[in-house]
């Protein structure tokens, strides 16, 4: 399984950036694709998600509103649409499989997910 991110880059506050996620070797197996992100001296924390099954999807409230999750299934990508972008936003942003995924995002747990990408850079300025 691999998973690549695209996407990244330095934006003004209140601007959008997408991010792209690249996945090779899941299979039709239901499973999950999250966002994640960390920030300097900060720890991972989950983002969003979507399930292959039925596109179901899960936010955290701190991107609720802001934040669009979705997925081309022919093309093996999630997006991450990321609008009003806050200086707060800025980190490196992760996109991680759980292919153990049920039904239940269970908020996110960085144990939950079996394999990540490398990383890609997103800088908001004020």
């Known amino acids: 399984v691999q998973l690549v991110e695209s996407g990244g880059g330095l934006v003004q506050a209140g601007g959008s950036l997408r991010l792209s996620c690249a996945t090779s070797?899941?299979?039709?197996?239901?499973?999950?694709i999250g966002w994640f992100r960390q920030a300097p001296g900060k720890e991972r924390e989950g983002v969003s998600g979507i399930s292959s099954s039925d596109n179901s999807t899960y936010y955290k409230d701190f991107v609720k509103g802001r934040f669009t999750i979705s997925m081309d299934a022919a093309k093996n990508t999630v997006f991450l649409q990321m609008n009003n972008l806050k200086p707060e936003d800025t980190a490196v942003y992760y996109c991680?499989?759980?292919?153990?995924?049920?039904?239940?995002?269970?908020?996110?747990?960085?144990?939950?997910?079996?394999?990540w990408g490398q990383g890609t850079q997103v800088t908001v300025s004020s």
């Open positions: 991680a499989a759980d292919v153990h995924y049920s039904g239940n995002y269970w908020g996110m747990p960085r144990s939950e997910y079996d394999y």
């Open positions: 070797g899941l299979g039709f197996a239901e499973h999950a």
